[in-house]
Structures are given as C-alpha cells and as structure tokens.
C-alpha cells in the first residue's frame, strides 16, 4: 500500500456517521472489499495499481470513487462520491449527506452480528481445499476457518500479514493440536486456502 492510498481520517466523514443505507449496489460495495484487499496483500507495486484501477472502474459508473482512512484500530475503506473530492482533497463544504458514504473496517474484529453467514463462508472454502487437497490440508484450513471466524469474525480470505503469523505462530501450535503431517505443511494449507478462493497470499512470518 502506497502513502497516497492511505489517508488520516481528518478531512472526510468519520465512521461513527455512516449508515447501512447506501446508493451502491451490494455487489459493488463487494467487488471494491475484495480489490482492497486484493491491492493490500498484493507484493508488487504494479500488481497494487492494477487493483486500485479495476476498484475505480468497478465505481466509476456509480459516482463514486474510494480511498483508505487510518485509524487507531486499523484501516478503513470509505467509498463515497467523486464529488465530494477535488484535487486530491475531500472538500467537507460538499458533504450534505454523510450516509451517501460506505465505510468498511478492513483490520481488527467484524461484525459479530454475520458471524454466522461468515462462519458458514469460511466452512464452505474449508470443504473446498479439502475436496481437492485432501484431509491435512482441510484440517490445517479448518483451524484456520476456526481461528478467523472466533476471533475476528471475518472470513479467512481478508486475514492480514500480522493476523495470519498470529495463527501460524500463535494459535496453531497452541489450540489446534496438529499432527506432524499438519505442522510440516501449514505454509503450503494456509497459501492454498487463498489460492482456492482466487486471492493474493499476503506476506507472513512462519517463526
């Protein structure tokens, strides 16, 4: 993620204001979240701008534009009409409505409310990595699918770095009680588990 992606919440719409009601249509809302973090885990530059382009064409032709706001508790992706911005600045005398704007907390816990449509998510990827890559790496994906649904309530695709070496390092060797077979490919589980959902690995310590 570059600087210019990632601003400091000080000149648009703070998050306490906006509403479920939004102008763009869900699936919209959707493709931006997985571009976003499409972008974030991506390693090369180039591949994070081809992203961030595809995020602009998928709301372009809603008005809208998006950016990524900084927080004490992690980023925030806030998609809000063009409009509201010129040159490079969101201008707050153009705000008349703070709901028009859609903001989406990419760190830290979910919504505990859709745990349980984000759990069933998650157990849908599981069953699918075990389908084609068999038990070790279903059972290594399961504990995975286990440690983000408890303990962030969001699906494993939108793990973090720091979130994904918190299970490697953490969670795994502590609460999942893995077998040999389980401890020697839990990198490979882990890469395969996005693979499988069509998603960039982000980068993680394994020690």
């Excluded at 005398?93 to 830290?108: C, K, T």
């Excluded at 990827?125 to 890559?133: C, G, N, P």
């Excluded at 770095?161 to 009680?177: H, K, L, Q």
Aim: with cysteine.
């Amino acid at each position: 993620m570059t600087p210019e992606d990632v601003t400091d919440g000080a000149d648009g719409p703070d998050s306490s204001d906006a509403t479920d009601e939004s102008e763009l249509p869900a699936e919209t809302v959707e493709e931006a979240e997985r571009l976003t973090r499409l972008a974030r885990n991506a390693i090369d530059e180039n591949e994070r701008d081809a992203y961030r382009r595809r995020r602009e064409d998928v709301l372009e032709p809603h008005g809208f534009t998006a950016r990524v706001r900084t927080e004490d508790a992690g980023d925030v992706l806030v998609l809000y009409p063009a409009e509201w911005r010129e040159d490079g600045v969101i201008r707050t005398d153009r705000i008349d409505d703070l709901s028009r704007a859609v903001e989406i907390r990419l760190d830290g816990p979910g919504d505990p409310d859709d745990w349980d449509d984000l759990d069933a998510a998650n157990r849908a990827l599981v069953d699918a990595v075990r389908k084609v890559h068999g038990d070790v790496h279903g059972d290594n994906a399961a504990a995975f699918a286990d440690f983000m649904s408890n303990h962030y309530a969001r699906p494993m695709t939108s793990a973090t770095g720091d979130e994904i070496t918190e299970f490697r390092t953490e969670y795994f060797v502590r609460n999942a009680w893995p077998s040999k077979k389980q401890r020697e490919v839990i990198e490979e589980s882990i890469a395969l588990v996005f693979e499988t959902a069509g998603e960039s690995v982000p980068e993680f310590r394994c020690q």
